[in-house]
């Protein structure tokens, strides 16, 4: 089954009604990205990209005007384009013109969520600044914790990550920039980024990278590694107590589960949709009808074709039944 460029609507946590962009092909890996996140709902990834310059196959400006194109108009309500998917959307170095060719056809706001990995080059930056939103992450600010964490391809280097950042927010001109903060804990007990001490850690970074928002948030799907954990929503209102002395109420946002408003969709290829939203997410039985708005009674025999044809399977996880691409 073929690969969308432009796939969804995705009912968003922090974007409320997205449709997504996925600006790498996909050539047989099922993410293209420099970093291998322990946390990642898309899984482990063998190979990691080093650059911008070891992307084989980019997807074109004029594949992604034309994908939007034929698929915004079939979709009301949207709150956000995307640029996010299976890959890391800064390694296609044509992003800041699929960017404007994305705007001038439907004139919705865009975001790009990225992992932040490139932002130490003037390139890469100037491709971000073209978004109205940046999400970018940001899990420690120390370096070993941060390897920990998103096990990144050699010659990323996180100093060279927070000046970027900081470079970033210079932006201005209704250019946003929002830092992506998502704590994890371990079951073996071993630290990750939720103690105090990592806390003031990524409060003394944040200050000096100066964002306009900061979201904290904790896992929601199931992650890379087993082992890794969500932090209880207890905790994360005590780290977003912490950040809100710091650095006010308008600029933190604590990201917790929660339903958002449904649109219209016109369905043209349902077994398409469904697998292209579940290459780029695992999802449940709920999220899949609520995110392409489809009825839950269409939606069934859609994921039995899926399973019997091999191209899903279900997953458990604490967070409850997931379907995810094989």
């Known amino acids: 089954m073929k690969s969308r460029i432009v796939y969804g609507p995705i009912l968003s946590r922090r974007l409320g009604r997205s449709l997504g962009v996925d600006v790498i092909k996909n050539t047989g890996s099922k993410k293209n990205c420099n970093y291998d996140c322990i946390y990642c709902q898309l899984g482990h990834v063998e190979l990691k990209l080093g650059s911008p310059e070891d992307v084989k196959e980019s997807v074109t400006p004029k594949e992604v005007s034309e994908s939007f194109r034929n698929f915004y108009k079939d979709i009301e309500g949207l709150d956000y384009v995307t640029f996010s998917g299976t890959c890391e959307p800064s390694l296609n170095l044509s992003l800041g013109e699929m ?43 120390n370096e070993n914790t941060w390897k920990e964490i998103h096990r990144p391809a050699p010659g990323i280097a996180l100093k060279e990550i927070i000046e970027g950042l900081r470079e970033l927010a210079k932006g201005g ?79 933190v946002r604590l990201v ?21 939203l579940l290459l780029r997410r695992p999802c449940t039985f709920e999220q899949i009808w609520q995110g392409l708005n489809m009825d839950p009674e269409s939606l069934s025999p859609v994921l039995k074709k899926l399973l019997g044809g091999s191209k899903i399977e279900k997953i458990d996880s604490e967070t409850g039944e997931y379907y995810r691409t094989k």
């Open 99 to 141: 960017i404007r060719a994305v705007r001038e056809v439907g004139g919705i706001p865009v975001c790009v969520i990225t992992n932040s990995s490139l932002v130490g080059r003037e390139d890469v930056r100037k491709n971000l600044a073209q978004a109205d939103l940046v999400v970018a992450t940001l899990v420690s600010g």
């Open 173 to 251: 001109a209704g250019k946003k920039l929002a830092l992506e903060v998502m704590f994890l804990e371990s079951e073996t007990g071993k630290p990750l980024n939720s103690t105090d001490e990592e806390v003031e850690g990524l409060v003394t970074t944040i200050r000096y990278i100066c964002p306009d928002e900061i979201e904290i948030l904790t896992i929601s799907r199931p992650p890379a590694e087993k082992w890794v954990k969500p932090v209880s929503e207890e905790r994360l209102r005590e780290i977003a107590k912490r950040f809100v002395s710091e650095f006010g109420d308008e600029k």
């Open 256 to 276: 917790l589960k929660g339903k958002n408003k449904r649109s219209r969709v016109l369905h043209r290829e349902p077994y398409e949709e469904v697998y292209a």
